[in-house]
């Protein structure tokens, strides 16, 4: 891959957590502090990006997407969008979104795809962000160490 397509990409994801996070701050009024379903958490920001298939997202409902990432599992999938990977920033880009919400958002992310996650618990989120957690930790490891 070249240097330019990836800047790109970047750019498209920086702007677009800009926008994600002002839909954001207008969804929160909206909500108040009580936690939102997965299908307002996606309405509100996932969909930006997967709505589309933006800089690369699995598209939302696109079963063929969706079956090898589903096939990673709870952890896996609800760590990373949680912590970010790759173009995924941490939580879409709203940092403002509880975990619970987030975590909501893939389970009704994989419904559309036809699959099918528990629901999230304390207990279950914990789980998956440490994962996630563990997994980013091992990518700066190595980002480091290739600049060495
Ligand atoms: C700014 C754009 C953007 C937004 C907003 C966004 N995503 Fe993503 N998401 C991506 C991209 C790009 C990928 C593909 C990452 C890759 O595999 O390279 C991705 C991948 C994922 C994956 C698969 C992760 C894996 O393990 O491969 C999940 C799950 C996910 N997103 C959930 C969410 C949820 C939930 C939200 C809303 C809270 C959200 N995303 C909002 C860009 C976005």
């Known amino acids: 891959m070249t240097a330019m397509p990836h ?9 677009m957590s800009a926008v994600v996070s002002l839909a954001h701050a207008e969804e929160k009024h909206k909500f108040g502090k009580a936690a939102m379903t997965g299908e307002q958490t996606y309405k509100a920001v996932c969909v930006t990006c997967h709505g589309e298939g933006l800089a690369g ?4 409902g696109n079963r063929r997407a969706w079956a090898p990432l589903i096939a990673e599992g709870y952890n896996d999938l609800v ?15 709203a940092p403002e979104l509880y975990d619970i ?3 909501r958002a893939v389970v009704y992310m994989v419904s559309l795809a036809g699959g099918q996650f528990p629901e999230p618990t304390e207990a279950n989120l914990k ?22």
Do not use: Q
């Open 127 to 148: 789980a998956a962000r440490l994962d996630g957690e563990k997994r980013h930790a091992a990518r700066l490891k190595t980002a480091a160490a290739s600049r060495r």
């Open 57 to 60: 997202a699995p598209k939302a």
């Open 79 to 93: 760590g990373s969008a949680l912590t970010g990977v790759r173009m995924m920033p941490p939580k879409g880009g």
């Open 101 to 103: 919400e987030v975590a």
């Open 7 to 15: 800047l790109k990409n970047a750019l498209i994801v920086a702007t």
